[in-house]
Each structure stands twice: as C-alpha cells, then as structure tokens.
C-alpha cells in the first residue's frame, strides 16, 4: 500500500446496518484471494469512490463493495468466502437434521 | 418520520446543488447533465490503492476476441501522433469539472488495423480495476490513452502514467492506470458494472444505476 486513503472496517457498521437486522461489526470474514480470516473492522475501506470497497489486509483484494443507489443497495461479496457472525448462546437456532 | 441528522457516507451525492429560481437560465451558464454541480477542483476518487508503475515496465495491451495481442511500450505510445483534447468531465458521485485538458493517442489511432469483428470492450488498470463499454464508444475521436494533464505528466492519483478517457460516459468508465482492452464479442460488466452502476453510463441520460 502507497497510501493511506482508506478508512477501517469500523465505519462499515453504520452502511451495513441499513440492510441488515444482525450486527455484523463483530463478524469475521475469510479472504477468498488469500485465505486471510479477520474481523470486518481489520477490512481497508476505500470510500472516496462511486462506492465502499473494502479490502483484505493482507493482500488487498476486493472482499466486499457496496453501493448505495437513492432507492436501492447492492452488496457483492464474492471476495469473501464466508461471514462468521457471533450470535448469542441462549437463543434458539435450527439445529441440523 | 422523524430525519436522521447521522450524516452517512453517501451524503455527498444526494446534496445537489440548485441555482435556484432567480429568474431566467443564462444562456452563458454552461449547460451541465442533470444532477450534477460543477467543481474547479479536481476530486480524487479511487477503489482501492494507487498503483505506481515504472515507465520501463509499463505496457497496454490491446487483444482482439481470437487470441491476437497488439503491445505497445511507454516509449512505442509516445511515438504515436499525439493529441490534446479539451474535454467536460461528469462523474457518477455528481461533480462535473468543465474544458479540461489533456495530452494523449486517440483510441482510434491505437485501434487501427487491428482486425476485429469484437462489439465490446472490457478495460483493465494496473490495480485490478475494469470497466466496460461497447467498442464503438472508443471509436470516432471520443477516446483517448491519456498521458499529460494541463501540460504537465499526469500525477498518479489521476490515473497516471496514462488512464483511459471517455468524456461522453461517467467518469468510472475513465480507467485510470489503465493496462490494456480486451475486445469481446460478449459484452462483460467491469468492477461497478456488476455492483449495481448502470452498463452503459450516459451521464445526459443520467444512467448511475441499473435500470436507470
């Protein structure tokens, strides 16, 4: 990296919340480029641009753009090979047959 | 509905600049697509880190839909006929910077005598980044690989060595550090393209989005 343009991932929470009921600021994400796994808050996220890119800090590949249109958002995560969510232990889930 | 005052990052393109109704349009007012507002600066906008590529080493590579690949180096690009077009910017986050000048080889001169049967381009920069457009929108003086900016090297936030210019679309499809195009039969999105920016991009027609 040649610059420090980026923001930290922290500052997804706020653009993210809009589409989502679950917190995702204590997710991990896993790089599908590198295999780097890490909190969404360790993503570089460029944000002077016509969207969010957020990039693994490892390898700087695109994990995760986000776009906002005035009516709609697009979210393309085929960077990210999985997101890991915390949830809490006392609450019901579907268990696997 | 009570408003949310949370500023959110995509304020900067929802505040559109209004002259308000203070009588009748100035004909000597210059004529802007709509939504946008002008700037006199020169927004840095980027989708990732600013590559920085050694002139001895940079290359643009344009390959047609069989396979054929045509190269030209920093030095084979600078023996080209040369042109200095002045040209309205109109980006997709609203901003439009009006008479810019540049320094570049038109697409039509890098485009000639390679046989193509291709509609498509998909465009790629160092960095990773692409863009698409059909082909005929590089064609007929409306394309340049641009080099210089106001008489001077473009500066590497600004694309450089050399970034794509296509004034009639928005800015986004202006790669910057641009590598080289592929010619396709299929049209392929780029990197906003498949995020939801609208394919083609005509900023008088206002296309930001799908479905635009």
């Known amino acids: ?97 | 509905m009570v408003s949310d005052p949370t500023p959110r990052w995509y304020d900067c393109r929802v505040g559109i600049v209004s002259p308000g109704f203070q009588g009748r349009p100035r004909s000597a007012e210059p004529a802007l697509p709509p939504g946008q507002y002008l700037t006199e600066d020169f927004p840095v906008l980027s989708a990732g880190p600013t590559p920085r590529v050694p002139l001895d080493t940079w290359e643009f590579v344009v390959s047609a839909e069989g396979g054929a690949e045509y190269r030209w180096s920093w030095n084979e690009l600078m023996g080209l006929p040369q042109e200095a077009p002045t040209v309205d910017l109109h980006c997709v986050t609203r901003w439009s910077k009006l008479g810019t000048n540049w320094q570049g080889v038109s697409l039509d001169t890098l485009l000639e005598g390679i046989d193509t049967a291709a509609r498509y381009a998909l465009v790629h920069s160092y960095g990773g980044y692409t863009t698409n457009l059909p082909l005929d929108d590089l064609r007929g003086g409306r394309a340049w690989v641009a080099h210089g900016y106001d008489g001077g090297p473009l500066p590497a936030e600004h694309g450089g060595p050399a970034r794509l210019l296509v004034p009639h679309l928005y800015l986004w499809k202006s790669a910057k550090w641009v590598r080289g195009i592929r010619l396709l039969v299929d049209d392929k999105p780029g990197f906003w393209e498949t995020a939801g920016y609208h394919d083609y991009g005509d900023p008088w027609r206002e296309q930001r989005y799908q479905g635009d």
């Open chain 1, 1 to 97: 990296m040649t610059d420090m343009s980026y923001l930290d991932g922290n500052m997804l929470d706020g653009p993210l919340r809009e589409l989502f009921a679950v917190d995702l600021s204590g997710a991990t994400g896993r790089c599908e480029s590198c295999g780097t796994v890490g909190p969404m808050a360790g993503l570089h996220v460029f944000s002077h641009a016509p969207g969010l890119i957020g990039r693994c800090p490892a390898c700087s590949e695109v994990m995760l753009r986000l776009v906002r249109a005035p009516d709609r958002a697009w979210l393309d995560l085929r960077g990210s090979t999985y997101l890991q969510v915390p949830l809490p232990m006392d609450q019901p889930y579907p268990r696997p047959l």
